[in-house]
């Protein structure tokens, strides 16, 4: 019988049920003073639940990994509330829909300090969450951000004064670990299509710094905005210019436009990207013109350890899919809630406030042996970012579905990295 991968390693029954002793024992653990406004709300010493702030585009043109990043979390919060919870207080889901708007997600961030959550995770579009970044530090309120890659979010606040964590693999880590693999294949006379968005404007400046780093720049570069039909004229550009590989930096259905935009024009250069390349939106809507298209991956859905296995089952069980739709997204958030309440054990004095979540998150004396990595120290107060690049490889789209593009990853992928 598959049993819940972290509770397994960590004895779920002794410490989230009657785990108090292991909560009160040694000294506080120091933390700065809050501003009496944000934290005093939050404190938790009175109530039945703890309330965490889930917040992503659950609909709308992002909701195919937003619903799986929500459900990932849900899986987590249901089997820690299975056992007990947080010393025996259950967690709270308060979540929002941001609809991939950052207008709509800067007034749910708000909304989610009033509503006093402990923390809060979410974000999938990366300019979505660059708007609303300001709320959760100005507010004291921690934010793990399982899906949003764009590399600037963790870096806008200095490492020491930020509540800004991640789980998912910043695209400063995708690209590199891309571009070094269309080099190795000897792809070196690059095109890049990036939409306008903060996230394709990210993605460019970290593809042209990885090119860079190699001596080598794009031969052709296309800015388009979001709900293009057709790039054909910037497709056949790139196509004059010499590339003889299409690097794409867009979230939805783009992808997939200039994937059919390809094929329409004969022009039969490989596409490769980040991961939305694994997601259903350019798989589904590109067809035969997807395969063979290789994007960075954290996660490929295939049971290659117990923890995984028990992971992909009970995600099927509980939400009655085959598949999960982006799994790279469930997993991050997943393994987001569990590093989460892992730091609440490392508060001895039990008061929850912002500051003290923080300092823990920054401070995990306990190693988590998650979905998408085994997490030994993810955070400090310098590093906001738990993945680094030694925990990706490449994935591939063949028949419809992601696998890894070399069997040496496979076998790689057996053993779970730790954070280098």
Known sequence: ML???CLARWGATAVFAVGSSFLLAGQAQPAPAAPASAAAGRQTDAGNTLKIGIIGPFTGPSADFGVPMRNGIQQAVDEINAVGGYLGRKLEIVPKDDEGNPAVGLQRS??????KVIATIGFCNTGVADKSLEVFQRNTLPLIIPCATGSPLTARYPGPESYIFRTSAKDAIQAPFVVEDILRRGWNKVAVFADTTGYGEAGLKDVESALAAKKQKPVYVARFGLGVKDLSE???AAKAAGANVVFSYTVGPE?????????A????????????????????????????????QTFIAEPSNERRASFLTSYARKFNVKKIPVPMAAAQGYDAVYLLVYSLFGIRDGKLSGPAIKTALENLSRTYYGVVATYERPFSAQDKDALTQNMLVMGMVKNGAITFAYPEDAKRNLFVQRKQ
């Open 3 to 5: 049993t819940t991968p």
């Open 234 to 236: 910037e497709l056949k």
């Open 265 to 296: 024009l004969k022009w039969n250069v490989p596409q490769v990207g980040a991961w939305p390349l694994s997601f259903p939106f350019f798989i589904d809507g590109a067809k035969e013109a997807a395969e063979g298209a290789l994007m960075a």
């Open 255 to 263: 992808n997939a436009v200039i994937a059919r935009g390809r094929q």
């Open 110 to 115: 708000q909304e989610l300090v009033a509503e």
